[in-house]
């Protein structure tokens, strides 16, 4: 057997890493930056530590802020469009997922002939034409990591990734003070998201000892961390901790790839919009019970990572300890557990099954095959 995994080629860490901005504009020869974030980035201030820094190097730079969350890949092609007109020399991204997944998806666009549309229908076509560097202000999405971009298909009411190596960012910087402030729905959602991304890749069939070895870091520092960065804001170490977690998830996706409970994720942010971790949250310890048996040893495994003082206990006992630790921090974290919450009917079931069931790059990755009954199943134990 043989595997791989692929990893931005250089990554900054630590409080104030930020200031590695400048010597990396210098060393990439960069007269013009194009920067991209969104309006909440911008309000919270985060902007303007960046921009501080750019001034200090006298470069030009380009501020793109017009992308709504969870963006469709025609407001992608948009911003885009926007960026055409500038003629920049490296990206930076300041933001969550959806800015760094545009912002990815702009350094194979640019200049190129095909669009978004085009990769959603062969994304191996896509070559990187500009450079990237990638900056996180949420504690969860892994963007930062990986070769992976998801946008929103309306007409298909779902969501869907494109995945090609020429997007992994070149540069990635990890500074906490970007999530100081962060509210703590979004510490709550973000977070999940980066459980769910080291569970799941651990608990893949294409799991392997490289990707292993991201999901068991990630999952330790996010296990025990997550609870203390939401309640207490000011734990910079804890805030620290779930940076790094998050980064190794998307590390670990790049090996493995995640599996049912992203599946089923997506048409629930493609049709309600559901904030994508809060999807992610509400289905984790659902998909897991029903991944229970075949997943058995893995959960196990990993609870021996997360929490050895479990080890003389049964395999079953620890792959039902990790899963209660999943419901358990979903509820500590006050994310909503019903999907009726965000207008969700059992009217939808054959939508939503019907699209779920559509995600096949992700579901081929989970070790017990979903029939369409059992995806309705799963949805029908959160409508209630």
Request: aromatic share 6%.
């Amino acid at each position: 057997m043989s595997f791989q995994i692929k990893i931005p080629s250089c990554i900054y860490g630590g409080v104030g890493c930020i200031e590695n901005v400048k010597g990396i504009v210098e060393k990439e020869g960069a007269r013009r930056i194009i920067v991209f974030t969104d309006k909440g980035v911008r309000a919270a201030g985060l902007l303007d530590m960046l921009t501080s820094l750019l001034d200090k190097t006298k470069v030009e730079y380009q501020v793109f802020d017009d992308l709504t969350p969870e963006p469709a890949y025609q407001d992608v092609e948009r911003v885009v469009k926007e960026v055409e007109g500038y003629d920049g020399e490296l990206i930076i991204a300041l933001g969550g997922g959806s800015v760094m997944d545009a912002a990815k998806l702009c350094s194979v666009l640019k200049g190129a002939r095909y669009t978004v549309k085009d990769l959603l229908d062969e994304p191996s076509q896509a070559v990187k034409m500009v450079r990237t560097v990638m900056i996180p202000t949420t504690c969860g999405t892994g963007s930062e990591a990986t070769c992976n971009a998801i946008v929103a298909v309306p007409e298909e009411q779902s969501k869907k990734g494109i995945v090609n190596d020429n997007m992994i960012p070149d540069y990635v910087l990890l500074d906490a003070q970007m999530i100081r402030g962060l509210p703590k729905s979004i510490v709550a959602a973000t977070g999940v998201d980066a459980l769910a991304h080291v569970v799941e890749c651990f608990t893949s069939k294409k799991a392997t000892p490289f990707s292993d070895t991201y999901a068991a870091a990630g999952a330790k520092l996010i296990f025990h961390n997550i609870r203390e960065a939401y309640h207490n804001p000011d734990n910079m170490e804890a805030k620290n901790n779930m940076l790094l977690g998050a980064f190794y998830g998307g590390v670990a996706i790049t090996g493995s790839g995640t599996t049912a409970v992203h599946a089923l994720s997506y048409p629930l942010g493609g049709k309600y919009h559901i904030a994508h971790g809060v999807s992610n949250a509400i289905l984790f310890a659902h998909v897991m019970e029903f991944n229970m048996k075949a997943c058995e040893e893995r959960l196990a495994q990993l609870c021996d990572i997360v929490y050895p003082q479990k080890v003389e206990e049964s395999t079953n006992d620890k792959a039902r300890y990790i899963i209660g630790q999943i419901a358990g921090i979903v509820k500590d974290t006050g994310i909503p557990t019903d999907l009726s919450e965000f207008g969700v009917k059992r009217a939808d079931l054959d939508v939503l099954v019907d699209a779920g069931s559509k995600q096949q790059r992700l579901l081929v990755n989970n070790r017990k095959s979903l029939s369409l009954e059992d995806i309705r199943n799963i949805y029908l134990k959160v409508l209630k």
